[in-house]
C-alpha cells in the first residue's frame, strides 16, 4: 500500500489521520515490488544451492529483475534447472518477508559474510557511486533487513541488506515468473572490480500475463535490429575497426539518407540553420563547459598533438591534448559567440548532425542502440526567458509531428525536475521555478500522459523526455528536450537587449532522433525490417514472368527511376515464383510483374507483401501510384484499393 504517498508493506501499522492506497499487483508498482520479491527468492534459492555464493544486488528493471552473485564457477542451463526447482519450492513454501531496521554495526555483524553488501552500507546515503540499482538496497535514510520466515516454526530461514517493500508471502508470487539468461556484470559497473554473474528473470501478476511476455519476446528476438541488418545488407561492425563502430552498407545508407534529408528540409521549414563542427577538439574547451570534470570516464583517452623539439630531442613547445567530442553543444556556444548578438538575433537554432564518440565499456554495447561512435541529430537554441514556454512548444509540436512521418503515434512525456538537495543543482530558484513550470505548462498542453520525476533533472536545468511505444509494445527513450543555465554563464554569452543592456540568453538542448543510429534501429525493429515505401532500399523490383519479357519490364523499371524511384530488375535466370520469394524475403515493399498480357495492353501488375495483387494497371498510372505513396510516406502491406486493405 501507500502510506501519504510512500509504498509500505501491508504489515506497516497506519496511523489516524494518514492516508492510504492499495496497490495491486498487476499495478506498475505492484509489479516492481513483485519482481523484487523475486529476486529475493532467486537469491535465496541460489545460497541454499551454493552456500558459498556472495550476494550482489538485485533490483526489478523493465518487464523483470536479476540478481548478481560471486560464484567460483559461472552458472550453467543445468544450475538454472535447480534454481528454479529449488524457487518453486520457496514460492510453494509461502515464507513471510518481514521487515527489521538495524544499525551500522548491527548489519555489520550480521552480514559480515557477505563483502558486498558490507560495502553497500559504507556508500549509505543515496550516492550515485554506490551501483546501478543499489537503491533496492540502502537509501538516504535507517537500514533495514528483510527475513524469510517460514510460516510453521516462525524460523528465519534467510535474510538480505533491503529498503523494500515486499509482498506479504513468497506464495504471492505465484507461477508467473521464469529465469531468462545468465551474463557477466562487474561490480559497481566498474572493470576494476570484481566480475559477478548476473542472472535475468522476469515475473508477472498471472501465467497468462507470463505467456504474453514471452510471445513478445520471441516476436522481439525476429525483430532484432543486429540480426535483420545481417540479413537485408544494411550496416555491419568490423572487427578491423573496433568494437561499437560500424559501417552502413549501400542498403543501409540509403534509408538513413532518406532519415536525414527528410529530417534536414522539416529543420529548415522550422527556422533551425545548419552549422557543422570538428570531431575533436583541445582539452581547454571540454575543461571549460565542465564535461571534462563530469563526464570523464566516457570520453575517449586524449591524443597530445602539438608538440615540438629541437634536434637532440628536448621540447621546445608543449603539446596539447586533444579529446574526440562526446558532445557538439560547446561548439555551437563558441558559433553564437564568435560575434556580439542582438535581442533581434534571438532565437538562433542551430542544428547539425553531428558524430561524437563515448568510450563505453564493452559488455553495454549492443548493436546500433549503443555504440561508441554515433551521430547525433542535434540542435541547441539560444533564447531569452520570455521565449523559453513559446520554443520548448515549437520543440514538442516539431519533435511530435517528425516522428508521425517515420509511423511512430504513441507517445508520453516525462517531466525531470530538481528535488530539495541543495548541492545537486546550479542557478538561482526562480529561474529553476520559471522553467520547470514553463515546461509543465507546455508538457500538459500537448494532452499527452505527462509524469513528473523529482530529482531526475539535469544539473542545469529542468528537461522533458518524449517516450514512444513501438509496433509490439515496447517503450524507447527518444526525444529530450533541456533547458541550461549554466553553459551560458560559464562561457559569458550575452546578447543586447531592447533597453540596451547586456543580458544572459537560456539554452535549449534538443535531439528529436536522440541518435541516428540508435532510431535507425528502433525504426527497424517496430517495421521488423518491412519499411514504408519512401524509406525502402529498394522501392519497387521488377519481376518478369519470363525471360522474353523482360525487356519490356525494364523499360518500365527505366521510366521510373528518371522518375526518381528506386527500382530495380531481376532479369536473372530463376524462375519468377523463385524471384517472388527471393524479393519477399528482402522485403522489397512493391514487386512489379508483367507477362503477355501486360505486354500486349501497355501495362504491369503490382504484388504487395501480404500476397495481393492489383493487375493490368497502365504505366502512367502505375509510377504515379508508387510516387503518391513516397509523399505520403505510407505504410503499404496489401493493395489500398481493396476492401480492409493493411496501410497505416
Known amino acids: 500500500m501507500r502510506v501519504d504517498g510512500d509504498l509500505k508493506d501491508l504489515a506497516t501499522e497506519v496511523t489516524e489521520g494518514q492516508t492510504t492506497e492499495a496497490v495491486t499487483l498487476d499495478h506498475p508498482d505492484g509489479l516492481e515490488i513483485l519482481r523484487h520479491s523475486t529476486a529475493h527468492v532467486l537469491a535465496q534459492a541460489v545460497q541454499k544451492i551454493n552456500p558459498q555464493s556472495k550476494l550482489g544486488i538485485g533490483p526489478p528493471v523493465t518487464d523483470g529483475f536479476y540478481y548478481d552473485f560471486q560464484v567460483d564457477e559461472p552458472f550453467t542451463p543445468e544450475d538454472l534447472k535447480a534454481i528454479k526447482k529449488e524457487m518453486q519450492r520457496i514460492v510453494k513454501a509461502g515464507q513471510r518477508f518481514t521487515r527489521r531496521v538495524v544499525g551500522d554495526d548491527e548489519a555489520h555483524v550480521e552480514l559480515a559474510d557477505e563483502p558486498f553488501k558490507i560495502e553497500l552500507i559504507g556508500l549509505k546515503g543515496g550516492k550515485k557511486d554506490a551501483a546501478e540499482g543499489a537503491s533496492v538496497e540502502v537509501g538516504a535514510g535507517e537500514l533495514t533487513i528483510y527475513d524469510n520466515v517460514d510460516p510453521k516454526t516462525g524460523e528465519t530461514v534467510w535474510k538480505d541488506l533491503c529498503r523494500g517493500p515486499h509482498v506479504p508471502s513468497t506464495r504471492m ?7 531468462l ?12 572490480n570484481p566480475q559477478l554473474q548476473r542472472i535475468y528473470g522476469t515475473a508477472w501478476a498471472s501465467k497468462d500475463d507470463l505467456v504474453a511476455y514471452k510471445d513478445r519476446l520471441a516476436e522481439a528476438a525476429k525483430r532484432d535490429h543486429r540480426k535483420l541488418g545481417r540479413e537485408l545488407d544494411l550496416f555491419s561492425f568490423p572487427d578491423e575497426i573496433g568494437s561499437g563502430l560500424s559501417v552502413w552498407h549501400p542498403k543501409g545508407g540509403i534509408v538513413r539518407g532518406e532519415m536525414e534529408q527528410h529530417a534536414r528540409t522539416r529543420h ?16 581547454d574547451l571540454f575543461e571549460k563547459s565542465g564535461h571534462l570534470a563530469t563526464y570523464a570516464e566516457g570520453i575517449w ?28 553543444c560547446p561548439m555551437h556556444i563558441l558559433i553564437y559567440k564568435e560575434r556580439a548578438r542582438s535581442y533581434r538575433d534571438l532565437p538562433l537554432r542551430l542544428a547539425e548532425n553531428g558524430t561524437v564518440y563515448r568510450n563505453e565499456l564493452s559488455g553495454a554495447l549492443h548493436g546500433l542502440t549503443r555504440v561508441r561512435g554515433f551521430t547525433q541529430d542535434d540542435a541547441h537554441l539560444f533564447v531569452t526567458r520570455e521565449m523559453i514556454g513559446d520554443e520548448i512548444r515549437k520543440v514538442l509540436e516539431f519533435e511530435i509531428g517528425l516522428l508521425k512521418d517515420f509511423g511512430l503515434t504513441d507517445f508520453r512525456l516525462e517531466l525531470s525536475l ?4 541543495k548541492d545537486k543543482w546550479i542557478g538561482d530558484d526562480e529561474i529553476w521555478e520559471t522553467a520547470s513550470e514553463a515546461l509543465r505548462d507546455v508538457a500538459r498542453s500537448t494532452g499527452l500522459d505527462l509524469i513528473e520525476e523529482p530529482g531526475e533533472a539535469a544539473f542545469y536545468g529542468p528537461k522533458i523526455d518524449l517516450k514512444v511505444t513501438d509496433a509490439i509494445g515496447r517503450s524507447w527513450q527518444l526525444s529530450t528536450v533541456q533547458l541550461d543555465f549554466n553553459l551560458p554563464d560559464r562561457f559569458g554569452l550575452e546578447y543586447t537587449a531592447a533597453d540596451g543592456t547586456k543580458q544572459r540568453p537560456i539554452m535549449i538542448h534538443r535531439a528529436l532522433f536522440g541518435s541516428i543510429e540508435r532510431f535507425f534501429a528502433i525504426l527497424l525493429e517496430h517495421y521488423a525490417g518491412e519499411f514504408p515505401v ?8 521488377g519481376i518478369p514472368v519470363a525471360g522474353e519479357y523482360a525487356d519490356y519490364l525494364g523499360e518500365v523499371v527505366d521510366t521510373m527511376r528518371r522518375s526518381g524511384l528506386r527500382a530495380e530488375l531481376d532479369a536473372s535466370d530463376d524462375r519468377m515464383q523463385k524471384k517472388i520469394r527471393t524479393h519477399s524475403t528482402a522485403k522489397i515493399p512493391l514487386q512489379l510483374i508483367a507477362g503477355e498480357q501486360d505486354r500486349s495492353a501497355g501495362t504491369v501488375s503490382f504484388r504487395f507483401r ?16 508508387v510516387t503518391q505513396l513516397v509523399d505520403d510516406k505510407v505504410q503499404i502491406m496489401s493493395d489500398p484499393a481493396a476492401p480492409e486493405a493493411a496501410t497505416a
Open 610 to 625: 501480404d500476397g495481393s495483387q492489383r493487375n493490368g494497371v497502365p504505366i502512367d498510372e502505375a509510377i504515379a501510384f
Open 268 to 283: 529548415i521549414q522550422e527556422g533551425y540553420s545548419y552549422v557543422y563542427t570538428p570531431h575533436i577538439t583541445k582539452r
Open 181 to 192: 539468461r545468465v551474463a557477466g556484470a562487474y561490480w559497481r559497473g566498474s572493470e576494476n
Open 301 to 328: 583517452p586524449p591524443i597530445r598533438m602539438d608538440e615540438e623539439t629541437d634536434d637532440e630531442g628536448n621540447v621546445t613547445k608543449q603539446g596539447v591534448d586533444y579529446y574526440l567530442k562526446p558532445m557538439n
Open 173 to 179: 508470487i505465484g507461477n508467473g515468473w521464469d529465469l
Open 418 to 421: 530538481k528535488d530539495d538537495e
Open 534 to 541: 519512401w524509406l525502402a532500399p529498394v522501392q519497387v523490383i
